[in-house]
């Protein structure tokens, strides 16, 4: 099955600085990575996904890259704000009829006023 | 946007209790719907996926007689925690995925606790 193994599980930066989360899998056949926010007792809401069709994804102060020849691929947020703390999941899925979710570890991002 | 509905969001009952848990999808037909468990400062671990009309498909280590799966519409899963105990406190959140499409789509989530 897949492996999802995201880094760093904390990250603290200053408000108005970028913020990047590294994510890698193991299955080279992963078709499609979406990223989700988790604030503390709510639902995963969809920030942003790639498909293995492309290499880069952008909206607005999010991006997403995607290097399928190292099987990796990272969030950037950038001119971070205090509404942007929350936990970051990526998540890798195989190709096939249930098109399961791997989640990573997540990442508790907390952005400092 | 797609819509999923989860019921109820919270739980409290006494150890010995079955509890079961609704997820809807509102606007879209789901043919393949998710049960996740997510425990306080960890990842959602996926334990089941629900398809309409059949046995669900149980992860390894999670017992399918205890948590029972029940798919019976293009647009409602039940996930009944029978006899359960504390350590089946948890967060459990479905998600659903319209047909044929990604991405999944987060039900609210159902905070249970046995006392």
């Known amino acids: 099955g897949e492996n999802v193994e995201q880094h760093p599980s904390t990250l603290s930066v200053q408000e108005g600085d970028s913020a990047v989360i590294k994510c890698t899998y193991s299955d080279s056949a992963s078709n499609y990575f979406p990223w989700y926010k988790q604030e503390l007792g709510k639902r995963p809401q969809l920030i942003i996904d790639?498909?293995?069709?492309?290499g880069e994804k952008k909206d607005q102060r999010i991006a997403v890259t995607l290097n399928k020849t190292a099987k990796h691929f990272s969030l950037h947020i950038t001119e971070t704000q205090p509404e942007d703390s929350a936990v970051y999941f990526c998540a890798a899925t195989l190709p096939g009829s249930a098109r399961q979710l791997t989640f990573g570890s997540g990442t508790q991002l907390t952005v400092l006023p | 946007g797609a819509v999923v509905s989860q019921h109820p969001s919270r739980v409290i009952c006494k150890s010995g209790t079955s509890v079961k848990i609704e997820c809807r999808s509102l606007d879209f037909q789901a043919t393949t719907m998710f049960w996740y468990r997510q425990f306080p400062k960890q990842s959602l671990m996926l334990m089941a996926t629900?398809?309409?009309?059949?046995?669900?498909?149980?992860e390894q280590g999670v017992e399918k007689d205890k948590f029972l799966i029940n798919h019976a519409s293009l647009t409602l899963s039940t996930l009944t925690v029978t006899s359960a105990h504390p350590e089946d406190s948890s967060f459990y959140i479905c998600s659903a995925r319209d047909q044929g499409t990604q991405p999944q789509h987060f039900g609210d989530g159902t905070r249970l606790s046995i006392l």
């Open positions: 629900s398809n309409e009309g059949s046995k669900a498909t149980y």
């Open positions: 790639i498909r293995s069709n492309v």
